[in-house]
């Protein structure tokens, strides 16, 4: 597999472009990112984005924050392989045409659309406001990347992990800072009953990466399997919660046990009444259980959100 998406999401051939301080811009193919002047505006923008959006990027070589900005651009147009594409001006070399465009402080992009400007922005913004400035050009509809993504869950959640993990794999292959496709496969691992190998994959990351969302949940999920195997039969840890209530070790197996067998409210449930009965035992590990659990589950999960709440009125009562 190239790693490559085009908008109808084939595979397209790898290929690399030059960033303004003359880098590597990952996956940005060289048709889809391009170094322009006044001469040539009237080919590379206005007549390409006949056909599809061009987002114009006014820069200097002696400008910090183009130096943060560009390079996302390029990764970003990179992703819509083929949905956007980025040109670059640099404005000390273009003077008259960056005043033409009234260009009064850079970083500045000027997003073309069938022939004439539609959008535009100054400054460095983040990846996530790039993004979704993006999608307002190219309809919403998501970035080629983004839909390998949602397919490869999509086969993850049926069974297929051989599959998704191919597909993970291949978007890595054209973002390989891309945290939801290093939790994906370590979610693969896990399928695969291979906790070891996905420690030392996590182990190998990045430190940022560690720090993402969707790795976090990732790891939390992972502690809470292995956890869940180390705690015994629920059956046999039912039995002895109810003949020792007052029992806070009994009562947190317990919950891990609920855990591993999937049953996740009922798990919520027992350790926040471990909480409400014993909060401060063995450093609060059952509110701190409670926080792995919301973090595999997601924020957003409508379990996550009751739970949130149970919990909230323990400690505020």
């Known amino acids: 597999m190239s790693g490559l998406f085009n908008a109808d999401g084939t595979e397209a051939p790898e290929v690399t472009a030059e960033t ?33 959006p061009v987002l114009v990027d006014f820069w200097a070589p002696w400008c910090g924050p183009c130096k943060q900005l560009t390079p996302t651009l390029e990764k ?74 949602e397919k490869a869950e999509e086969v993850l959640g049926a069974g297929d992990i051989a599959t998704a993990s191919a597909l993970y794999t291949q978007i890595l292959a054209q973002d390989a800072g891309n945290a939801a496709a290093h939790a994906g496969l370590v979610k693969c691992m896990k399928a695969a009953n291979d906790a070891e190998k996905a ?18 949940a990732v790891q939390s999920a992972l502690d809470l399997a292995e956890a869940a195997i180390a705690s015994g039969e629920t059956a046999s ?6 003949e020792t209530p007052n029992d806070p070790q009994i009562k947190y197996d317990l919950a891990i046990a609920l855990y591993g067998d999937g049953m996740m409210k009922d798990s919520i449930d027992t350790l926040v009444d471990l909480v409400k009965s014993h909060q401060n035992w063995n450093d609060e590990a059952a509110r701190t259980q409670l926080l792995k659990i919301f ?22 009562s």
């Open 20 to 52: 303004p301080g003359g880098g590597p811009a990952g996956a940005a193919s060289g048709n889809l990112v391009k170094e322009s002047n006044t001469e040539a505006f009237g080919a590379d923008v206005i007549d390409q984005s006949i056909n599809v």
């Open 76 to 149: 970003l147009v990179g992703e819509y392989s083929g949905n956007v594409k980025l040109v670059k001006i640099n404005v000390d070399e273009n003077q008259e045409l960056a005043a033409q465009m009234r260009v009064q402080s850079i970083p500045m992009v000027v997003a073309f659309k069938e022939g004439r400007p539609v959008d535009g922005f100054s400054g460095a913004l983040p990846e996530s406001q790039l993004r979704s400035f993006i999608e307002k050009l190219t309809g919403g509809e998501g970035s080629p990347l983004d839909k390998a993504l």
């Open 199 to 216: 420690r030392a994959y996590l182990d190998g990351l990045d430190p940022a990466l560690l720090e993402s969302a969707e790795i976090k």
């Open 237 to 242: 840890l039912r039995r002895q919660a109810q």
């Open 295 to 316: 973090n595999a589950l997601g924020h957003a999960d409508p379990i996550t959100v009751e739970g949130r709440r149970k919990l909230s009125a323990v400690l505020f």
